[in-house]
């Protein structure tokens, strides 16, 4: 089975300030893992990915993401954060090696970037 | 297209009516998903197909949902004598293999509200 957390609901921060939204998962081998952005009344927008390769993974607005074996963690961060990053964030997680070929995604972490 | 593409955009019906939502995905792929995302909470899984194929449809909620993509292309998610707890968006995605590596391309959604 495949599962994620997102143990924050809801994340405040000022604007210019760093910003860091958090989440674990679990597999049984080794994951494919994704960062999505959505807005209000709009559907998921793709931020990042990790497959393989260098831990650290850059994607989309400046977002980046560390992916941590040990701790099975992806955080989402943000050197310096915008009052437009104010959004719903939602980790996902795919099993490399089980059958199934969907995502699996976390409950969501809103993001509040204060002016 | 370019993107995935889902209609009608919002829906309403009433109790006991049964509805059909389109999803359009990008040409040429595929792997197509459907996600049921209630209001405020993660998308959950209901339907995977490869091509024709309806290869996992272990997140349908009840036998009063159906789904189809008889050519490989456009898909139909039906839902027959709907309940209120069937309001929700309806998300669609593609990839152009079997999601994990290839990614996920989500449409904007169907907004379902039952009165």
């Known amino acids: 089975a495949q599962s994620v957390a997102q143990p924050e609901d809801q994340v405040n921060v000022a604007e210019g300030n760093p910003l860091t939204v958090k989440c674990t998962y679990s597999?049984?081998?080794?994951?494919?893992l994704f960062w999505y952005v959505q807005y209000p009344n709009r559907g998921l927008q793709f931020l990042l990915k990790y497959i393989t390769g260098d831990n650290l993974v850059k994607g989309s607005y400046g977002f980046e993401a560390e992916f941590n074996k040990s701790q099975t963690s992806f955080h989402l961060k943000k050197p310096s954060a915008l009052v437009s990053d104010s959004a719903l964030y939602f980790c996902a997680v795919r099993d490399m090696g089980g059958s199934a070929r969907q995502l699996t995604f976390g409950s969501g972490t809103q993001l509040t970037v204060l002016p | 297209g370019a993107g995935v593409s889902q209609s009608p955009r919002y829906k309403v019906a009433k109790r006991g009516q049964d509805v059909a939502l389109r999803c359009d995905p990008i040409s040429g792929h595929v792997s197509l998903f459907w996600y049921q995302q209630a209001l405020g909470q993660g998308p959950e899984f209901l339907t995977y197909?490869?091509?024709?194929?309806?290869?996992?449809k272990s997140g349908l909620p009840s036998d009063r949902f159906f789904a189809e993509r008889p050519e490989g292309s456009v898909s139909t998610l039906k839902i027959q004598r709907t309940q209120q707890e069937d309001s929700a968006v309806y998300l669609c995605?593609?990839?152009?293999?079997?999601?994990?590596?290839?990614?996920?391309?989500f449409g904007s959604g169907t907004r379902l509200t039952v009165v």
């Open positions: 995605a593609s990839s152009s293999g079997q999601g994990g590596s290839y990614g996920y391309t």
């Open positions: 197909f490869q091509n024709e194929a309806q290869l996992d």
């Open positions: 597999v049984s081998g080794n994951p494919y």
